[in-house]
């Protein structure tokens, strides 16, 4: 089956820059996660949807970054505008429903803020 | 609120020697524990996962996890180790009892010598 496709893999943008990037979950996975990893860091949560709803999204900076998942399938994570500090890799997973499995990860969106 | 320690940056190990790499946890009610591994420039893999049951929990490619309740600890261990091993890992845990939210250590760098 096909795994958790992400794009772009690569972006270099200059601050204040708006960003945005997309998700396409494992067919039939209803839970979809966004992370955030720094270099040298395990993945921090920062939003979590099953199916449309976002359920957790608690770590998510508001002020800046937005995300949707329209239909419950692909997803988008947007930040307006960017930060130096935004540079990082953003991971999109996605799980079959409930949590006791484990979750399948995308390669990742590598995020360079200049 | 949970957490996960993993406590060495780096593990240096000979191909063909056993290998280590050390998980705590801290969790208020049942801990559900996850190994991942992540190669470069590529989203984390599932290697295994801790839900109830056996202590010792096998999983991908050689690698196995023993759960001790007594010490909370997931250690992850290959009876012998590959240069192909080497990558980054990363032990996570989840509540059972208490939300979905799954909580990353900050990863070891196992480095496999020939």
């Known amino acids: 089956e096909a795994g958790v496709v992400q794009s772009p893999r690569y972006k270099i943008i200059e601050k204040k820059q708006p960003v945005a990037f997309w998700c396409n979950p494992i067919?039939?996975?209803?839970?979809l996660y966004w992370y955030l990893q720094n270099l040298g860091q395990g993945p921090e949560l920062l939003i979590r949807y099953e199916n449309e709803e976002a359920v957790d999204d608690s770590q998510l900076p508001k002020d800046r970054f937005s995300a949707e998942r329209l239909k419950g399938v692909d997803s988008t994570l947007k930040i307006q505008p960017a930060e130096l500090g935004d540079s990082a890799v953003y991971l999109c997973?996605?799980?079959?429903?409930?949590?006791?499995?484990?979750?399948?990860f995308g390669p990742g969106t590598r995020l360079t803020v200049t | 609120a949970q957490s996960v320690a993993q406590p060495e940056d780096q593990v240096n190990v000979a191909e063909g020697n056993p290998l280590t790499v050390k998980c705590t946890y801290s969790v208020s009610g049942n801990p559900y524990l996850f190994w991942y591994v992540q190669y470069p420039n590529r989203g984390l893999q599932f290697l295994l996962k801790?839900?109830?049951?056996?202590?010792l929990v096998k999983g991908s490619y050689g690698f196995e996890a023993e759960f001790n309740k007594s010490q909370t600890s997931f250690h992850l261990k290959k009876p012998s180790a590959l240069v192909s091993d080497s990558a980054l890992y990363f032990c996570?845990?989840?509540?059972?009892?208490?939300?979905?939210?799954?909580?990353f250590g900050g990863g070891t760098r196992l480095m496999v010598k020939p």
């Open positions: 801790y839900i109830t049951g056996d202590n």
């Open positions: 997973a996605s799980s079959p429903q409930g949590m006791m499995g484990e979750q399948y």
């Open positions: 996570a845990v989840r509540d059972g009892n208490a939300g979905n939210m799954l909580t």
């Open positions: 067919s039939g996975h209803n839970t």
